[in-house]
């Protein structure tokens, strides 16, 4: 789950991370008041989404006056804003974070994030900051310094230091730097924070630290205790069908392709997924249903992929072990029974009262091909979905 830019301002204010003042704004008119309550000549108006790459795509504005500030926002708000972190169609604008300006004279990186395979969390920090941290990882990976944070003795501040000195801070900056670092590594372990990034992290003219963004996403898992972070969630900014997966406990991910997928386990939906691409295919989602399946979910998870209109062709691939097939084909046809279903589907099931199972799905009248053979039915799927 992510966090828009001033929410993670807002928590990284409670632990003592200097931010600049803002007021968040949902309509132009607010967005005016907002810069008159400000009090500053100028003002930043940047859209809120859960996005990076706005600076470059149109969404941080610096103005000068109320009028300037409500034109602005009038030219985000109820609009999508696309950019090189978005797809093509963009994340609604449902809010504008106005701010004092920042008299910039530096612009540094640094993020934090949990190394899996180092097993303790790293921070990365970069004198190079600004909008293309990517660039920067790319053509000169040696402007990035990167420090691993013992678990049992938690961030030193030498480490802090080590990182302050490399971006050629000042002693005093350094001190304030390490205050900054220690606050974002409680940000990461108290509030179960999977990744923080701030880019930029600015030097004032007067020669003190700000951060001016802000990225935050955290640990799913986790998200049962921390309710006060659980409850900022903005479903707007996430995808529709991945949320009405969570809700039936369905792993589902959007992807490109069109041949919808229901497999049971995430090892063989990644097998799944190869076998149609090696075929030619390309999957429209993944969506593992979990070992121990119902037949509600499967309902729930016909409807998710029956939902995407890019869908031309059905693959259902499930191994019963602990989940009968006889109970996966009752769900299926209730399933196409519901949803009315058009499309062709290819079945797959193999394992535990398989042949009740297939017997089942013949038995229904439905459009429905069981294939036993896993090439078979990837290549079966692929020709349907391209209408062969
Ligand atoms: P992102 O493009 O989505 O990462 O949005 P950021 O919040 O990082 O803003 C992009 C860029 O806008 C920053 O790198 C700054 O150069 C500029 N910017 C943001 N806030 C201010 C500000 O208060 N004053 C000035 N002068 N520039 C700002
Ligand atoms: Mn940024």
Redesign the pocket.
Known sequence: MNLH?YQAKALFARFGIPV?EGILAESPEAARAAAKALGTEKV?V?AQVH???????G??K?VTGPDAAEEAAKGMLGKRLV?K?TDAKGLPINSVWV??????AR?LYVSGLVDRTRERIVFMASAA???DIEEVAEHTPEKIKHIYVNPAAGLQPYQARELGFFMDLTKEQTDQFTKLLLGLYRVLTECDASMVEV??L?VTAEGNLFT??G?LNFDENALFRQKEIANQRDPAQEDERERAAAKYDLNYVTLEGNIGCMVNGAGLAMATMDIVKLHGGQPANFLDVGGGTTAEKVTEAFKLITASPEVKAIFINIFGGIVKCDLIAEGIITACKQTGLKLPVVARLQGTNMEKGQQLLRDSGLAITPVSDLTEAAQTVVKLAQGK
Not at 51 to 57: L, S
């Open positions: 830019e600049p930043v940047k996005a990076g790459g706005r600076g470059k795509a969404g941080v610096l950019t972190q701010e004092k300006p920042s008299n910039i612009e900051g600004g909008m880019n930029p600015i001016l963004d990225k």
